[in-house]
């Protein structure tokens, strides 16, 4: 139920030998799929030859039987999901990338959002280079192919290619013979690494996708790493480790699966603990607590755990509103989470709820629930949210859009709880949230709370928040 | 996760005046999407002209803006879903049912099952009569329009209908100028009506369909009754009403969606009151309890309830596996629940488990989820099913396939235990479900567990189970 | 380009084993396609099993390679291709039609239209009789199985269903062990049948459908004929015979494809011998003969090849123009005559053109068509029909509307010439038309024509050509 | 029924304002349809904004109601259709291309085939640059945007760029505010425009797109002009101008729609001219001289005209036939042709027949329509092709393939006719082609025909009609 969308997952497997590699990335995919359902792409490696489908649509309606029968074996595959942030969608859009150049072909899928993609590309115009599509993805192709003319290898144009693009971005590459990862050297995003008992090498997002494919993970791919996968075994370049690690602690808050292990930590307990804290801060007097379903049951559960206050299931989800769902007729349009979103009466009847959601961003979903339990006869409603307020945008692929659309840079806590509808509002503390998955309070990104930002923010990136409201109007004229 | 498989859901409206009663109509079948996925369809009813729409699908699927567009607007509509039981599938035998006859059009839609539908079939074809279809809906159209024939009114042809058609059936009925709701004598499918603020009756198999199109609910439609709506009001008709009431108690356990209420008994408190009943019978010691997602959710927290043992969010369940899902892929084939269900395996590496699910038919999808918590590190798995053994065949709609596929038919607890890989294993008491609803323990149609059928089962019907799987052999030569 | 909408084709197999009869009908089919447009359907009969496919749309879209396959093999199928006449269309009424009745499965499909039609289903509703379809076929489906069963077998119900049924009708019929073919006893439209060199019979509308399968032509079906195929050979039966033959002339001038033959003459002579009886008429001085493509075209050259006038190539017709063709844009939408057919200028130029099309209508198409000439240069157009004028309604199935809509009955001659444009205009000669077979000039129905009709017209039919336009109405009330 | 397929079409509109351009394109495209089945494209220009739909298919199945109205008004619109020569086909190489470059955007489309494309593809892939399709269209747009990066204009970019670029091509660039169409300095391909009554001027590969457009023709592009479009007018550049003109000699035979004026010739006079130089050539004694539909009927005309014996409709083209056409069933497959194509047997039987057909490839066809008209009882078989016999592949984006398949390479005219089953044999003369026109026997390249190539063919084009076998070869070993 979330307002915010999740951006990119990406995927790769190295085979030993010639293999199902298309349906390994199909089942990989799957797994992925929470984090972009805007397009999905798998491209097959055999022996040199790249066989590539990628079309708008979730994995299971852009892959039939027929397409995938079609991408046929190989020994090497990558694949990626995508939510379109920034940039147009569309299937122009879709990954992996596939390119030929001079060394032959190259397929590339990225998880991530360049912070210097306007001035690279404007580099490579003035030279006379075109570009397909809108996508940072072309931009790190072409940085990529130009470092491997001066280059003796793909993986030396990679490393020499990290040295220009600055921004977040867990990338996967295939060259003819190799499959090489990347992470960018704040590790903004999370990327890891497994192998399966006949001995295929599996990069993901993140580890569900391994588990999904039968894969024991290994270790995540360090900020900075490029982890190369060749016939003759691994190859690791630390040329660009060693600066902070700063993962996205939205991860763990939203945008990752529950089940997934991230730096050793479940995402679950992330999630139960994030729940926990809010209880230690928010000692609410009430009858039961619910979360909305489905990013919300956990830190509902964690709540209910340190507090004691039972948990109730007080929402179901319809299971069958898939993206294409139509909201026909006048009457009924308004409300489209009544349709998704059903509660279950007899749990909160008469009851002082305590309603734990992920977070709050325009704040409009939010009203649309309080007003659905208070229907349902709920006496108090107090409303938690499992991070802090979002305060500032996010340069790096998540889509938390300029402080216009935040509720929390206009309003207070008490005039937002009115606004809402709810009885009381609760944030996660920012002081708690660095310390989700149990470590030291370090690590983390948190700038879309606290504003600060592991990297620079280029001039011309920080205005293009709002000028490209104009750049992607269609009447915007871009004369000649 | 469930190896049964629901039968249908049947939705009516009926509104003072013409309007988009295609989308109340969607909405509400949205709402009953559980009920069935293998047909749906609408027919909307323009002042006597009947547009029709239906095919094979989700809702989502069979109904595009487009559609809906085309089947504008009315004063009535009624809409279904389905999922094929014994009969073949497929375009053919979507409903509603379209049929001319002396009087004008008249349109259909069932749930439920005839148990003498074959002799029902059989007289009218010996009257030269031809079908179009296998459904028994085919035959319920011929008896209501031969009725019709000799009657003064389409709602007289029902009832009189009614002496003539024995099994299970919630029926809605909709002439040019009328809509009928008809219930069995015995009730053995839910049916109830409700009412919107402007003024607009509408007719469900369960009252989150109301609820999903604004309406309130008034009450249930009586095993019996025939309720018919026109412009001039609502009339009742009791001839078939006084015979003892037996719903199927599976529509509490899984069948109905946990925030319906069927005679004032929220699905969802059924559940944990299984969970309880669970609990007292089985009072493992345990460190956690776990639901099998979506339908063990709430018998597992009934469990936790009364137990005291803490309740976890144990599985993820892939949400984006629709019914077109394909497994490609030859190693990974046999094993779809590991695509389906993921553990989150912090939850419960180390721990003694008690898992809750809603049912075991054959037995294998338990052995796939015990293997899985077994995988991620399970101390003990105690495996608890929240209705009891089924032991008989369902002749009313249920898919309760023949004594052959049912484990608890050959083999003892102690020995299923030990083919799913369970430390234990416990049913739901065959005394306890009949109190599932807080009731005095009398209503309920529990044949499939103690065999108990609240009506004769004609000898061909019984020997049809099996001589069925010859007739729909498609081997089978039916020579003139 | 015509104005005029063929009717149906049926198509039939009788193999001595089982072999690929779903390709021999779609072969079959596509030779037919020009007879409709509006659906397709195949039913093929695999040892009592019958598999079905229909759907709206052309032969290519309805059958898919993977449709076909579904259908898989038989040793007997029908096929159907169908362009609504009277009665509505879609997907509902796509034939063949198959039923099951007491003595099993029946598929039928059927080329003509019934006169008693309305007043057979009428006694049938009477009975409590419920239609699925507002098609004859359904009529003709009921009156079989009732003959049924008091009839021996599956032949004498046809022959009994004879005595009931009136109109046109080419008729295929397939029980689960006989393939049957029957015709009007006035032979209103053809029916062939002929046999192959691996012992398949093959029954046809038209020889050309005969000849796209490798099938030798045998002879016709005769009027009243029912040819019964089984594996003990052929029976034929005569109860129906000897009235008066009065096969369809449209099917020389218009339906017929030219290089199918029909009672021994080729139609591309007959409509050969229409221009050179139109020549003899009208000995215009002229300098180039064009024909409309593609029915003008034979007439066209006929006329030339009498008069000595040099014929000409002087239209191209976009052959790309399917039946989805979209006419989008407000400018162009008026003019859909010059998007389909262009004039060769440099063939008109300067010229005396005789234009020759198969009929006139409304006279709409002919006015743009002679503009398209006048605009490409043209110095004198005369307009020959290689019809007479249509001053009557059809009541066998051809498209030709009532007198409102048919120019010939509200102007002379003279009139028409002035509305289309064209310096002068000529019909082909009512005493012509009897002889376009080279024939005796017996044997044909020309009603259209001439308003001698061979059957009774039933009053109700006679009024409901008006009556239908409001029962096809959306509006029309049909209050219960 | 030929087996040389067409190469590609272009179109374009520069509209004095804001209109329906997707229209006007589509309806343009579809009268350019015979030179292209494989994809189709347009992209409006909306005041700078570039909105593109193209697609595998034809303008019907690529274009519907619901696409064309996604692509909305514009003052500017350029569109393609296109049938893959040597490259792969598919949806990644439709054109038009679009581009983002330096100064905005650029959509580009060409009709032809460069000769230098694979060195200049090396020649930017040195430099790093990434290609995202093996077409030449991105090579001339490399070539174009490496121009506009140091020119004044993109209209000086085109000119600065035609220095590099070798081969045929009639190009449509469109600029944000800018349609430049420019043809290859030997005018290979037909390039022309033309002027609507609304002022908006269309360019197009042949005037039947201008027509069907309602527009007037003004003249060709000349041979190596480039003409500019923009709101203050017309500019033509004619730096490349003076150079041979060497049109393909074939467009007049087979590539182009007989009503297309091309240099003031129509298409169908040249046609009619080369059955009257095959008449001059060959005085054959027969009864009758037949076309093979649709583009051996002008010849067979001028044929008859020419020698006086009798022009026969001898064919009927299935017109049903679209390119998803599948030929199921083992017995049936083998003979497509027939189903393709049927013998009006009534106007062959008994005759010496003289057919005509537009060239002879590699012969299969040719031999299957022989033995057609003598199963439909032919006397004698005289076969004449309107084109010389093929001896030399195309470089310029015909379909003419390497010599092994040209079967006039490999035997002599006496035993071609014994091949293919014919009585004689004949080829328009060599002498003959270059006056189609009526001209002077001037300006056309027949280098298939007599191997006098405009351009230099340089060594590694030549060698690679071989290679490329091997790199379109999925098993091709590109290894990093």
Same mark, same amino acid.
């Given at each position: ?11 790769? *497997?190295?085979?030993?030998? *010639? ?13 992925? =799929? ?23 649509? $979730?994995?299971? /309606? ?42 032959? %072909? ?29 996508? &940072? #993805? ?28 600055? @921004? ?10 190799? $499959? ?21 090498? #599996? *990069? ?29 075994? $691994? ?58 379903? /489905? ?13 004691? #206050? ?11 509103? @898939? ?11 308004? &409300? ?5 979103? !059903? ?13 734990? /959601? /992920? !977070? ?69 503390? $920012? ?8 470590? &030291? ?20 990136? =920080? ?14 004229? %871009?004369?000649?």
């Amino acid at each position: 139920m979330s307002e915010i969308h999740e951006e990119c997952g990406v995927f790769g *497997v190295f085979a030993p030998e *010639v293999q199902e590699v298309a349906a390994t990335t199909y089942y990989g995919l799957f797994a992925l =799929q929470h984090r972009g359902q805007e397009s999905a792409g798998i491209v097959v490696n055999d022996d040199g030859i790249f066989r590539t489908h990628r079309d708008a649509g $979730l994995v299971n /309606d852009v892959f039939t039987a027929d397409r995938l029968q079609k991408l046929g074996t190989g020994n090497m595959a990558i694949g990626h999901v995508r939510y379109g942030t920034k940039k147009t969608g569309g299937r122009e859009n879709a990954q992996p990338l596939v390119v030929n150049h001079l060394k032959g %072909n190259m397929a590339l899928a990225q998880n991530g959002c360049l912070i210097n993609g306007y001035e690279l590309r404007s580099e490579l115009e003035n030279e006379g280079c075109i570009f397909h599509t809108t996508s &940072d #993805i072309e931009v790190i192709a072409y940085t990529i192919t130009k470092e491997r003319v001066k280059s003796r290898s793909i993986e030396q144009a990679v490393v020499g290619a990290m040295h220009r693009i600055k @921004g977040s971005y867990s990338l996967v590459v295939m060259s003819p013979s190799k $499959l090489i990862a990347a992470r960018d050297p704040h590790g903004l995003h999370p990327l890891c690494y497994g192998i399966r008992e006949d001995g295929a090498y #599996i *990069v993901a997002s993140e580890s569900c996708a391994l588990n999904a494919v039968g894969a024991q993970k290994i270790r995540e791919i360090e900020p900075g790493e490029v982890l190369m996968f060749t016939k003759d075994g $691994l190859v690791s370049d630390r040329t660009h480790c060693g600066q902070e690690k700063r993962m996205c602690v939205f991860e763990y808050i939203y945008t990752a699966r529950p089940d997934s292990i991230i730096d050793n930590c479940c995402v679950h307990d992330a999630r139960r603990r994030a729940g926990a804290f809010l209880a230690e801060k928010y000692p609410i007097d009430a009858d039961i607590v619910v979360g909305v379903p /489905d990013s919300g049951l956990d830190a509902a559960l964690g709540y209910s755990q340190k507090s004691g #206050i039972p948990y109730g299931i007080g929402f179901i989800k319809n299971k069958y509103i @898939g993206r294409t769902f139509i909201a026909p007729g006048q009457s009924v349009r308004e &409300d489209k989470v009544r349709i998704k979103l !059903s509660v279950v009466e007899s749990v909160i009847r008469g009851k002082r709820v305590i309603l734990v /959601d /992920d !977070s709050i961003v325009r704040g409009t979903t939010s009203a649309r629930i309080v007003k659905l339990l208070r229907h349902a006869g709920a006496k108090e409603v107090h409303m938690l949210s499992s991070a802090p307020a979002f305060l500032n945008p996010c340069y790096y692929g998540t889509d938390i859009d300029s402080r216009d659309n935040l509720i929390a840079c206009h309003h207070s806590v008490e005039e937002i709880a009115k606004i809402i509808g709810a009885d009381s509002l609760g944030y996660l503390d $920012l002081q708690h949230v660095k310390y989700l998955d149990g470590g &030291d309070g370090t690590g983390f990104c948190c700038a879309c709370f606290d504003g600060d930002y592991p990297t620079e923010i280029p001039a011309r990136t =920080q205005a293009s928040r709002f000028e490209q409201k104009i750049s992607t109007n269609p009447k915007f004229q %871009n004369k000649n």
